[in-house]
């Protein structure tokens, strides 16, 4: 067999003090998971079952980052609103769905930081408009993701700090015991909705204190146990 154009590269992330690569089946980004940010959103933070979004899978959606790297993240086109979202991100190495709450641990392969960027007015847009939200959400590098750490070299993600600085100011910052929904039920919930499969990134909300940046702008984004990454909007 061959293909007719070249195939698209597989997106990966690298993993932690390995030359080994996590390869990217699907992202997940679950809405609104923390109640701080839920009313800064304008919503009502109560108990709802979570909702999903899906940002694209492939090499030039995603953005690696290294230890020690700092990377180069191009401002998007078509927005004057960008926005950072620092996420507490979970990486799943087995398939299965209906999974139940006290078996998701077994599913999970590890964790990294991940940022859901964000073109915030073409987002607002199609929410006024009632339309979906890609275009807010799932553009060229939407997706830069730290090093993933297998789960038994993670820290306690369940009562992590989260952290986010733009040009060393600190503008994003909770613990993930603040989730509206914990990483358990979220895979829980998602698994009811999707079949998950080993590959799968779930980027699990973002706390209070989102907001724009712009070309120069340095972000650290760190959650504690999983290290840090370091950004240039370029």
């Known amino acids: 067999m061959s293909y007719v154009i070249v195939p698209p590269q597989q997106a990966s992330v690298p993993v932690l003090g390995t030359q080994d690569r996590f390869p990217v089946h699907r992202i997940y980004c679950v809405g609104r998971n923390y109640a701080a940010h839920a009313r800064e959103m304008g919503s009502d933070p109560d108990r709802e079952p ?3 979004f899906c940002k694209a899978n492939d090499a030039q959606s995603i953005l690696p980052i290294k230890s020690g790297e700092v990377g180069q993240l191009p401002y998007p086109m078509q927005t004057n609103n960008y926005h950072y979202e620092i996420e507490l991100v979970v990486a799943m190495g087995k398939q299965g769905k209906n999974i139940q709450v006290d078996d998701a641990a077994d599913y999970i392969y590890g964790y990294a930081v991940g940022l859901d960027m964000t073109r915030r007015d073409l987002q607002n847009n199609m929410k006024q408009h009632g339309r979906p939200w890609e275009v807010g959400k799932a553009f060229d590098y939407s ?3 730290g090093e993933i750490y297998p789960a038994d070299q993670a820290g306690n993600v369940e009562q992590a700090v989260i952290q986010l600085t733009v040009n060393d100011e600190v503008k994003q910052k ?3 015991d603040q989730l509206i929904w914990r990483v358990s039920e979220t895979i829980a919930k ?6 998950i499969h080993p590959g799968d990134l779930i980027f699990t909300g973002t706390p209070e204190g989102v907001g724009a940046v712009v070309k120069g ?3 650290v984004a760190e959650v504690e146990g999983l290290g840090k990454i370091e950004l240039v909007v370029v």
């Open 143 to 145: 997706a830069p993701i």
């Open 217 to 219: 702008d340095k972000m």
């Open 50 to 52: 979570p909702f999903f």
């Open 174 to 176: 909770s613990t993930t």
């Open 190 to 195: 998602l698994s009811e909705l999707f079949e």
